[in-house]
């Protein structure tokens, strides 16, 4: 009876050690994602055709929308509220950047991007390239993008994209610091924005 006692102690001991070990690596791995850079590294091409990869978002925080050109609703409205926002919040544009990243690089030339972007706003550089790369970086930021065709018969067709509507707020370290959500409040919105101008 006895070595049955210090058979199951010792086995106790033994699943609290591995428990605890599990604790430590989940923690510490959950610390080392909080501290990485959001994302994946990638090469693609800005509005201007130049060459653009992850340290674009170091230096400063960063406001990054993805979406397209020929989105009829959610990406104009964003990018015109976002203006204002950032208008708002770092009027000379020396504190804070924003990029859109587009979901549609099959349409959505670099150079179609700038003029689009640029009807709207001079706060946002528009990001595109070649459609695997860009497709690696949707799935890098996790991102849902879809392409839905607009006529159910004609799957080759027309289409437009279902995808993320959320700003993705970055740090200066390029680390996930949160979102604005499509719609949200205009005040909370610019006060996200206020705490990510100020963030280190």
Same mark, same amino acid.
């Given at each position: ?25 989940i ?36 406001a ?23 208008? %708002? /919040? ?8 924003? !990029?859109?990243?587009? =979901?549609?690089? #099959?349409? *959505?030339? @670099? ?21 695997? %790369? /860009? ?8 991102? !849902?993008?879809?392409? =839905?065709?607009? #006529?159910? *018969?004609? @799957?080759?067709g ?43």
């Open positions: 009876m006895k070595t049955f006692r210090i058979v199951i102690w010792a086995a106790v001991v033994v699943v609290a050690g591995v428990l605890g070990w599990l604790t430590f690596s923690t510490e791995t959950k610390q080392q994602i909080a501290e990485a850079p959001f994302g994946v590294p990638f090469q693609l091409i800005d509005q201007k055709g130049q060459p653009i990869t992850e340290q674009a978002f170091r230096g400063k925080p960063t990054l929308f993805f979406g397209f050109t020929h989105c009829p609703e959610v990406c104009p409205t964003t990018l015109f509220e976002l203006d204002g926002w950032l208008h %708002k /919040v770092d009027p000379d544009g020396t504190k804070m950047q924003a !990029y859109f990243v587009t =979901v549609d690089p #099959e349409r *959505d030339s @670099p150079a179609l991007l700038g003029q689009y972007i640029s009807n709207v706003t001079d706060r946002v550089t528009g990001i595109g390239g070649p459609v695997d %790369k /860009v497709a690696e970086v949707i799935k890098g930021f996790r991102v !849902y993008a879809k392409k =839905v065709p607009l #006529e159910e *018969d004609k @799957p080759d027309d289409y437009t994209m279902d995808h993320t509507a959320s700003v993705f707020l970055l740090d200066a370290e390029g680390r996930f610091a949160g979102t604005i959500s499509y719609g949200e409040n205009p005040d909370v919105a610019v006060k996200k924005l206020e705490n990510l101008k100020t963030r280190t």
